[in-house]
């Protein structure tokens, strides 16, 4: 089991960055897969970006090249560095942890806002 906290959320003109940090619980290091979701009101979850305990990483093609994941195993904490800022980015963000299993857990979420 872990807990997710997640920080870094908050208003930004577009164009803007924002780093969001996903602090865990516990030691990260064999925790399959790590990353973010995303949602809007009326939208399904989006998976934004992914990376795994291998460190390989996957982006859904509207951040490609705009959002970069990391993780720092010291740290136990995953971070989603956004650049370029679009008004459609605007959403609320979620970090999750995926155990085999399979297990899903999810913090509480931070709030995203992109202004044009």
């Known amino acids: 089991q872990v807990q997710l906290v997640e920080s870094g959320g908050g208003l930004v003109q577009a164009g803007g960055s924002l780093r969001l940090s996903c602090a865990a619980s516990r030691s990260i290091f064999s925790i399959n897969a790590m990353g973010w979701y995303r949602q809007t009101p009326g939208k399904q979850r989006e998976l934004v970006a992914t990376i795994t305990s291998g460190r390989s990483t996957a982006y859904v093609d509207s951040v490609k090249g705009r959002f970069t994941i990391s993780r720092d195993n010291a740290k136990n904490t995953v971070y989603l560095q956004m650049n370029s800022l679009k008004p459609e980015d605007t959403a609320v963000y979620y970090c999750?942890?995926?155990?085999?299993?399979?297990?899903?857990?999810w913090g509480q979420g931070t709030q995203v806002t992109v202004s044009s």
């Open positions: 999750y942890a995926f155990f085999s299993g399979p297990r899903y857990y």
